[in-house]
């Protein structure tokens, strides 16, 4: 059974940073694409950035894009989310995901950004962004 755990959330100020990790177990992750969602209260869950398992392709919000990258290490199987240049608008719950490409019918090259495309979710990691 694939686990998703995510850490590294906290509180912080307006144009300060955080990275989150998602560590992944249970399984070789191979063909596999990971993904960063946020729900803020009231809201629904929302895309993020997405990564590929070689790390050649990923793709990014336009929210986020310039300010979050995405990254990961196939050696302990973690997926990063540097965060920069903080908003108060980012605060949000943010969940871990994971699924693999394989029967998506995607491009080569695309990446899953819908959350109903993924298959595996972490218990999420509060980020507050204050002003």
């Known amino acids: 059974q694939e686990q998703l755990v995510e850490s590294g959330g906290g509180l912080v100020q307006a144009g300060g940073s955080l990275r989150l990790s998602c560590a992944a177990s249970g399984r070789t992750f191979s063909s596999y694409a990971w993904g960063w969602f946020r729900q803020a209260p009231g809201k629904e869950r929302e895309f993020v950035a997405a990564?590929?398992?070689?790390?050649?392709?990923?793709y990014f919000a336009d929210s986020v894009k310039g300010r979050f990258t995405i990254s990961k290490d196939n050696a302990d199987n973690t997926v990063y989310l540097q965060m920069n240049n903080l908003k108060p608008e980012d605060t949000a719950v943010y969940y871990c995901?994971?699924?693999?490409?394989?029967?998506?019918?995607?491009?080569?090259?695309?990446?899953?950004?819908?959350?109903?495309?993924?298959?595996?979710w972490g218990q999420g990691t509060q980020v507050t962004v204050s002003s």
């Open positions: 995901a994971g699924v693999t490409l394989d029967g998506l019918g995607l491009r080569v090259g695309s990446l899953p950004n819908e959350v109903h495309q993924y298959k595996y």
């Open positions: 990564i590929s398992w070689r790390g050649d392709y990923t």
